[in-house]
């Protein structure tokens, strides 16, 4: 888990995704054919593997959830923007960080005490919030931070209950350190992985990756919403925590290809690894562009499910993301032995 650890604490809010993509391309030197980052901020590892068999794009975002300075108050508080979806309720008293120097803050808001009749029943709205970072006022907090900063959540890894895991940014950190991974195995199949920008604000990186990667497979990995929490029926879980990788079936920007998940359920059930099925269709993902790309893309997604994603904190389990690479693995080999959809 060194390689998610180091990814899920460093920060990387849509459209600054620079310090992500160079811890990856630093552990990938040994590991490919060749390396580049394409105008939008793409990375692009490739293995050529054999000419024989058909060229894989594999598919994981770089970019979390966060937050964009937009103004400081005279007071010194910070004044910000939401960069992907967040909903307002998780951020009043986050720890955050702000820009490159990392400026410890916490998300304010009017305290209940101070509240109107008929305030402490509603959502506090994230314009009426701001940031903390201390300062006796704008002269003092513009030394740190400015305006169009980005804001990440400051959360640390850690290890807790059952083979569980605790972090921020699991969507889709899980999915690049699965791709880091399978990466480093012995595979013959040409591999394109694909480490995107830009996903949590319109799937804009991965749009750009398959026109120019032109695969003939897409996979997407994924961290995707699990609600095996109390309060939510069975028949309302997307997915559950210890149940293996959930297979996506469809969702607002695309369907599985039927090939696809045929040879992902395939793989799993000839090799024993659990698996389930995303019984959830909202939201989208990567998946959605590739599969549109050029004249079209047979893609499928392979998720690992996490406890409240798009959140300062995020819970997911070992054993989901370990069986997810061993799926992973099984399939390339079946694409190997001639496997097409």
């Known amino acids: 888990m060194t390689a998610l650890r180091e990814l899920s604490e460093v920060p990387g809010v849509a459209g600054d995704e620079g310090k992500v993509r160079e811890i990856i391309r630093q552990q990938m030197q040994e590991h490919a054919d060749e390396i580049r980052v394409?105008?939008?901020?793409?990375?692009?590892?490739?293995?050529?593997?054999?000419?024989?068999?058909?060229?894989?794009?594999?598919?994981?975002?770089?970019?979390?959830?966060?937050?964009?300075?937009?103004?400081?108050?005279?007071?010194?508080?910070?004044?910000?923007?939401?960069?992907?979806?967040?909903?307002?309720?998780?951020?009043?008293?986050?720890?955050?960080?702000?820009?490159?120097?990392?400026?410890?803050?916490?998300?304010?808001?009017?305290?209940?005490?101070?509240?109107?009749?008929?305030?402490?029943?509603?959502?506090?709205?994230?314009?009426?919030?701001?940031?903390?970072?201390?300062?006796?006022?704008?002269?003092?907090?513009?030394?740190?931070?400015?305006?169009?900063?980005?804001?990440?959540?400051?959360?640390?890894?850690?290890?807790?209950?059952?083979?569980?895991?605790?972090?921020?940014?699991?969507?889709?950190?899980?999915?690049?350190?699965?791709l880091i991974e399978l990466l480093r195995s012995d595979v013959e199949v040409p591999l394109y992985a694909a480490f995107t920008v830009q996903e949590e604000v319109g799937l804009r990186g991965a749009q750009v990756a398959a026109w120019e990667i032109e695969p003939d497979l897409a996979l997407v990995l994924e961290g995707t919403t699990c609600a095996d929490v109390p309060e939510v029926e069975d028949h309302g879980q997307s997915t559950a925590l210890g149940e293996g990788p959930a297979l996506g079936l469809m969702d607002r920007t695309s369907f599985a290809h039927p090939g696809m998940l045929r040879g992902l359920i395939r793989a799993a059930e000839e090799n024993s690894i659990p698996y389930q099925f995303r019984r959830s269709t909202a939201g989208g993902n990567d998946a959605g562009p590739i599969s549109l790309s050029r004249g079209g893309v047979p893609a499928a997604t392979v998720s690992t499910p996490c406890r409240y994603i798009h959140s300062p904190v995020s819970v997911m389990k070992r054993s989901d993301f370990e069986n997810g690479l061993r799926l992973l693995s099984a399939f390339l080999q079946d694409i190997e032995r001639g496997f097409r959809p």
């Open 38 to 178: 394409d105008a939008l901020g793409n990375l692009l590892v490739i293995r050529r593997g054999s000419p024989d068999l058909p060229r894989l794009m594999v598919a994981a975002h770089m970019d979390e959830v966060g937050l964009m300075v937009s103004h400081i108050d005279k007071s010194g508080c910070l004044r910000f923007k939401k960069v992907g979806g967040i909903d307002d309720r998780v951020l009043p008293s986050t720890a955050v960080r702000v820009g490159c120097k990392q400026v410890p803050g916490a998300i304010g808001s009017k305290p209940v005490h101070q509240q109107k009749p008929g305030e402490q029943n509603k959502v506090i709205e994230s314009d009426k919030m701001y940031i903390d970072i201390g300062a006796s006022g704008k002269e003092e907090a513009e030394r740190s931070v400015s305006p169009g900063d980005y804001v990440h959540f400051a959360t640390e890894f850690e290890e807790m209950g059952d083979g569980r895991l605790k972090g921020k940014a699991f969507d889709d950190r899980a999915g690049c350190a699965q």
